[in-house]
C-alpha cells in the first residue's frame, strides 16, 4: 500500500490510542511498583518484542545495536527522558495542573512544526486544536480555577520539560528520514538499560504478581513499544498538524477507561469535554 498522509495520519493515530490505555495501567502498577523497575521492564520488553518481530520478518536483530551514537542520544532524550519527566512530574504532586502542563506537548510540536519545519496551518488546524485544548482543561479541572501551590514548582517544571521533550522529539523524528524500526528499538533498549542502572542504584526491586506482569506486558508491547514504531511512522507520513490535534483524544481516551472501570465518575463536565476534544479533532482534520 502506498505511503499517502491520510494512512500516515491514520497509522499516527494509532499510537495516540495505544497512550491511552497507559494511564490506567500506570496508576495500577505504581501503587507497588517502583518507576524504574516498571520502565526497565517495561522498555526490555518492548526490545524483545521488537527482536521477534525482526526475525519473523527475517532480519537480523543484532543490527539494534549497529546504530549512530547521535541515534543512541536521541532515544535516551526522547524515549527515555520524557518517561523520567513525567513520572517526576505526578510523584508527590497536584495530578490536575501538571496533567495540563504535560498535555502542552501537541501545541508546542505544532508551534516547532510551523517554526522549524515550514508547516502551514489551516484555520481549521488553529480552531481545531483550540477546541481540543479547551476540552482537556475543563476534564482535568473538572472545570474549575487551577490552583497553583509554589512549593509544588519543580513538579509543574517537570511536567513543562516532559511536554518540551516529547514536542522536539517528535518534530526530529519528523525530519530524520534515516531513522528506522531498527532505531526505534534501539531507543527503548538504551531507555531499558539505563531505567535498569537507575532501578539498581535507586530502588528496592519488588516481586510482581501475574496480573502485574500481564500488565507490564501490555505496557511494553503496545504503549511503550509499538506506539513508538507507529508514531515515527505517523510523524514521517502523517499530517503532524492534524495529529497534534488528535493527541487530545489520548486523556480522553484514559478518562473513559477510568471511569468505565469505576475508578472514575461520568459526569457532565467529562461529557462536555469529550464534545470539545472530538469535535476539535474533527474540525482540524477539515481541508480548506
Same mark, same amino acid.
Given at each position: 500500500?502506498?505511503?499517502?498522509?491520510?494512512?500516515?495520519?491514520?497509522?499516527?493515530?494509532?499510537?495516540?490510542?495505544?497512550?491511552?490505555?497507559?494511564?490506567?495501567?500506570?496508576?495500577?502498577?505504581?501503587?507497588?511498583? #517502583?518507576?524504574?523497575?516498571?520502565?526497565?521492564?517495561?522498555?526490555?520488553?518492548?526490545?524483545?518484542?521488537?527482536?521477534?518481530?525482526?526475525?519473523?520478518?527475517?532480519?537480523?536483530?543484532?543490527? %539494534?545495536?549497529?546504530?549512530?551514537? #547521535?541515534?543512541?542520544?536521541?532515544?535516551?532524550?526522547?524515549?527515555?527522558?520524557?518517561?523520567?519527566?513525567?513520572? =517526576?512530574?505526578?510523584?508527590?504532586?497536584? #495530578?490536575?495542573?501538571?496533567?495540563?502542563?504535560?498535555?502542552?506537548?501537541?501545541?508546542?510540536?505544532?508551534?516547532?512544526?510551523?517554526?522549524?519545519?515550514?508547516?502551514?496551518?489551516?484555520?481549521?488546524?488553529?480552531?481545531?486544536?483550540?477546541?481540543?485544548?479547551?476540552?482537556?482543561? %475543563?476534564?482535568?479541572?473538572?472545570?474549575?480555577?487551577?490552583?497553583?501551590?509554589?512549593?509544588?514548582?519543580?513538579?509543574?517544571?517537570?511536567?513543562?520539560?516532559?511536554?518540551?521533550?516529547?514536542? %522536539?522529539?517528535?518534530?526530529?523524528?519528523?525530519?530524520?528520514?534515516?531513522?528506522?524500526?531498527?532505531?526505534?528499538?534501539?531507543?527503548? =533498549?538504551?531507555?531499558?538499560?539505563?531505567?535498569?542502572?537507575?532501578? %539498581?542504584?535507586?530502588?528496592?526491586?519488588?516481586?510482581?504478581?501475574?496480573?502485574?506482569?500481564?500488565?507490564?506486558?501490555?505496557?511494553?508491547?503496545?504503549?511503550?513499544?509499538?506506539?513508538?514504531?507507529?508514531?515515527?511512522?505517523?510523524?514521517?507520513?502523517?499530517?503532524?498538524?492534524?495529529?497534534?490535534?488528535?493527541?487530545?483524544?489520548? #486523556?480522553?481516551?484514559?478518562?473513559?477507561?477510568?471511569?468505565?472501570?469505576?475508578?472514575?465518575?461520568?459526569?457532565?463536565?467529562?461529557?462536555?469535554?469529550?464534545?470539545?476534544?472530538?469535535?476539535?479533532?474533527?474540525?482540524?482534520?477539515?481541508?480548506?
Amino acid at each position: 500500500m502506498q505511503n499517502t498522509p491520510k494512512k500516515g495520519t491514520l497509522i499516527g493515530l494509532l499510537s495516540i490510542i495505544m497512550w491511552g490505555t497507559a494511564p490506567l495501567c500506570t496508576a495500577i502498577l505504581t501503587q507497588h511498583l #517502583p518507576i524504574f523497575q516498571l520502565l526497565s521492564y517495561a522498555f526490555f520488553t518492548s526490545t524483545i518484542t521488537s527482536c521477534v518481530f525482526f526475525i519473523i520478518q527475517g532480519k537480523n536483530p543484532v543490527n %539494534i545495536f549497529k546504530q549512530p551514537l #547521535p541515534y543512541w542520544f536521541l532515544g535516551l532524550f526522547g524515549v527515555f527522558g520524557f518517561h523520567l519527566f513525567y513520572f =517526576l512530574a505526578f510523584k508527590d504532586a497536584a #495530578p490536575i495542573e501538571s496533567l495540563l502542563i504535560v498535555n502542552l506537548w501537541p501545541l508546542l510540536m505544532i508551534l516547532f512544526a510551523v517554526l522549524f519545519l515550514h508547516e502551514r496551518l489551516t484555520k481549521f488546524n488553529i480552531i481545531g486544536t483550540i477546541l481540543a485544548f479547551a476540552g482537556v482543561t %475543563i476534564m482535568v479541572t473538572k472545570g474549575q480555577s487551577l490552583q497553583i501551590d509554589t512549593n509544588q514548582l519543580n513538579n509543574y517544571l517537570y511536567a513543562f520539560c516532559a511536554a518540551l521533550i516529547w514536542a %522536539i522529539y517528535s518534530c526530529i523524528c519528523k525530519n530524520a528520514k534515516n531513522i528506522n524500526n531498527k532505531t526505534i528499538a534501539s531507543f527503548c =533498549l538504551s531507555s531499558g538499560v539505563l531505567a535498569t542502572i537507575l532501578h %539498581i542504584s535507586t530502588e528496592q526491586h519488588q516481586v510482581m504478581q501475574w496480573q502485574q506482569l500481564l500488565l507490564v506486558i501490555y505496557l511494553g508491547m503496545f504503549p511503550l513499544g509499538a506506539a513508538f514504531f507507529t508514531w515515527d511512522y505517523g510523524m514521517k507520513h502523517g499530517d503532524i498538524k492534524i495529529l497534534g490535534t488528535l493527541a487530545y483524544l489520548g #486523556p480522553l481516551i484514559g478518562t473513559l477507561l477510568f471511569v468505565i472501570t469505576g475508578t472514575a465518575e461520568l459526569t457532565s463536565i467529562i461529557a462536555v469535554a469529550c464534545v470539545l476534544i472530538v469535535g476539535g479533532s474533527l474540525v482540524s482534520s477539515v481541508k480548506n
